[in-house]
C-alpha cells in the first residue's frame, strides 16, 4: 500500500533528506586516496549523530554500518573495511538518517582523482538517467513508467541495468511500497499519488547486468567485476509533479562543481545551510 503524505510530513522528510544530503558533502571533501571507508564510516556516523538523528541504515536488517561503500565493481551495499581507496577508484557512498521519524536516503558516486574515460562515461550516464527517471515521477503515470526511462537512456549505451535491487517508496520506513525498478514497461505498475516519496537510484553497470553477492553476505558485485555506478535522490509527488528533497549541491560545493540539473525538480530555492 502506497502511504501518501501530507505536507507537514514532506517537509519533515525534506530535512531528514537534506540532512543525507549534508553528510555526503562533507564525505566529499574528506573522500580521498589514503583513507579507508571505514574511516568516512566513523565520520558519517558522528556526523549524522551531531545533528540530531540517527544513522538510517545502522542495524537495520541487521547492518553494521552508517554507510555502505561500494568501490569499483562493486554495485551496491559495500560494507566500509580497512582498504584504503586509491587514485582511480570510484566508490559509491549510500546514506542513510532518521530524523523526526522520517528516512533520508540517498547515494552519490565520487570519482577518486583520475578516473579511466570508460568509467567516467558510466558515471555521467547514470546519474543523467537519474533525472531522466525523475522526469517520468508525475501524476497519470505509473511505476514502470519510470523505470522504462532509465532502462531506455542507459541501455543505449550498452550499460548493464541490475535487475534484483530496485528504488523503494520510503517514510517512516526505510522501504515503503511501491518497489521502483530501474527497467521496465511503459504504462505498467501501480498509479502514481499526490504525496508519495520515492528513492529513485539507478544502479547501472559497464558491462553485464548480473550481479553477485560476496562472503560477507553484504557486498554485491558485477558478475563480470566491471564497474558499476549509483545515483540516488528522494523525490515526493507534489501538485502532480516530482518535487526533489534531496540535492547534490553540498557534494558541488565541496568539489567546486557548477550545476543547475536539479533547478528543474525545485518549486523553491534551495537555501544550502
Ligand atoms: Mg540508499
Ligand atoms: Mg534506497
Excluded at 61 to 84: K, R
Excluded at 216 to 236: L, M
Excluded at 239 to 252: A, C, D, H, R, V
Aim: with cysteine.
Amino acid at each position: 500500500m502506497i502511504i501518501q503524505k501530507t505536507r507537514e510530513e514532506i517537509e519533515l522528510m525534506r530535512e531528514s533528506a537534506l540532512l543525507v544530503s549534508k553528510t555526503l558533502g562533507m564525505i566529499a571533501a574528506e573522500i580521498k586516496p589514503g583513507i579507508t571507508t571505514l574511516h568516512l564510516d566513523k565520520l558519517a556516523e558522528e556526523f549524522i549523530r551531531d545533528h540530531d538523528a540517527v544513522p538510517g541504515f545502522l542495524g537495520l536488517y541487521g547492518c553494521p554500518s552508517s554507510i555502505l561503500t561500494s568501490v569499483n565493481d562493486q554495485v551496491v551495499h559495500g560494507l566500509p573495511t580497512n582498504t584504503i581507496i586509491e587514485e582511480g577508484d570510484i566508490v559509491s557512498v549510500d546514506c542513510g538518517v532518521l530524523k523526526n521519524e522520517y528516512y533520508g536516503d540517498h547515494a552519490y558516486t565520487f570519482e577518486i582523482g583520475d578516473v579511466a574515460p570508460e568509467t567516467k562515461k558510466l558515471l555521467q550516464v547514470t546519474k543523467e538517467s537519474l533525472y531522466v527517471g525523475i522526469r517520468e515521477f508525475k501524476m497519470g503515470n505509473r511505476v514502470e513508467d519510470v523505470g522504462n526511462a532509465i532502462q531506455k537512456y542507459t541501455e543505449a549505451h550498452g550499460y548493464g541495468v541490475v535487475r534484483e535491487l530496485v528504488g523503494h517508496g520510503l517514510g517512516k520506513k526505510m522501504h515503503e511500497d511501491p518497489e521502483m525498478p530501474n527497467y521496465g514497461k511503459r504504462g505498467r505498475g501501480k498509479l502514481f499519488v499526490e504525496g508519495m516519496v520515492v528513492a529513485i537510484e539507478p544502479m547501472i553497470n559497464l558491462g553485464t547486468k548480473n550481479i553477485k553477492q560476496l562472503k560477507d553476505g553484504w557486498t554485491i558485485v558485477t558478475a563480470d567485476r566491471k564497474p558499476s555506478a549509483h545515483f540516488e535522490h528522494d523525490v515526493a509527488l507534489v501538485n502532480g509533479k516530482p518535487e526533489l528533497l534531496s540535492t547534490f549541491s553540498y557534494i558541488y560545493k565541496a568539489l567546486g562543481i557548477e550545476s543547475n540539473e536539479e533547478n528543474e525538480f525545485r518549486s523553491q530555492p534551495l537555501v544550502l545551510s
